[in-house]
């Protein structure tokens, strides 16, 4: 009974659909940061299904409040790329009603702090409408901004909404690192059927890396509900999304130079959770350290932690699970107090060489 229970607890997931597209052979990687990323996403997919379009403050005419959306309303137009008032609510209800009748809403928050205005939209109505419906009504709608630690911004703008979204069975929610996440998962997140909550990062936007062959491609989407990992090793897995992946990586080349080789796994996708690649790995490894700027009660490291114990890994561990988290305080402002609140590659290495003291 008890096993059909935790099966039960991981059973509403939303239906999702993976399509392997071969990579053409077309296309070599070029650089790009992860701004102009997301940007040829939307216009790939503004290009793609004339039901698609993007709302949202100052997205049109501004070309986005961070330059995300540059270019798009003049390619567009204004009946596709929508300045809105400055009223998330307003706005969101709209894209979620015509997201029932049929369209595809992107909805640019310019922080997910402001979403906080409009989370009955998203959670009551998007997020229950298909099986409130018994599967009769889809509401397929992407919400994207920036989430998470900026800079100098205080509190108010500066925390992690990763667990919160994730939490809430029909939403899918997925969080970017590199180009490569950025226009593949974005572009997946469109054609999806269900709402998505798409986690971006401000840090990130002006970060370049380079966008693969394959995800060049426009028929390519990201598997959704698929972690990548970004580096191979056997002594320690380190696992984290968005922003913390860069620090992760950071760490494991600094841990390397000391004979230390870390398995570092990019989420990417927060819910569904790609369990069996993290229950995998553990089992590897034998050590987990998790990494979130989120707060640390019931954060994504939290969830984590539980399905290491429940999913069949816990026998593999050779040491206590490490947590690297953000302070459990609002953002300060000063910036000294700031750079204190937040994961740092300094911790994360700090975190590992513990995990490995604490080895049986």
Known sequence: MYKNLLKLRYAYQPSIKFTHVQPSTQYTPIKMTVREAINLAMDEELAHDPNVFLLGEEVGQYQGAYKVSK???????????????????????????????????????????????AIDHIINSAAKAHYMSAGDQKASIVFRGINGATAYVAAQHSQC??????????????????????????????????????????????ESFELSAEARDPNYLAPIGKAKIMRQGDHVTIVAFSKMVQYSLAAAEQLFKEGINCEVINLRSLRPLDRETILESVKKTGRVVCVEEGWPQSGISAEITALIMEGGAFKYLDAPIQRVTGVEIPTPYAFNLEAMTFPKTEQIVDAVLNVLKGAR
Do not use: H
């Not at 596709?80 to 640019?108: M, N, S």
């Open 71 to 117: 270019g798009l309303f003049q390619k567009y137009g204004g009946d596709r790329v929508i300045d809105t008032p400055i009223t998330e609510a307003g706005f969101t209800g709209i894209a979620v009603g015509a997201a029932l009748y049929g369209l595809k809403p992107i909805v640019e928050f310019m922080t997910w702090n402001f979403a906080m205005q």
């Open 161 to 206: 909404f990763a667990s919160w979204y994730s939490n809430v069975p029909g939403l899918v929610v997925l969080a970017p690192f590199d180009c490569d996440d950025a226009k593949s998962l974005l572009k997946a997140a469109v054609r999806n059927p269900n709402p998505v909550v798409f986690l971006e990062n401000e840090i990130l936007y002006s």
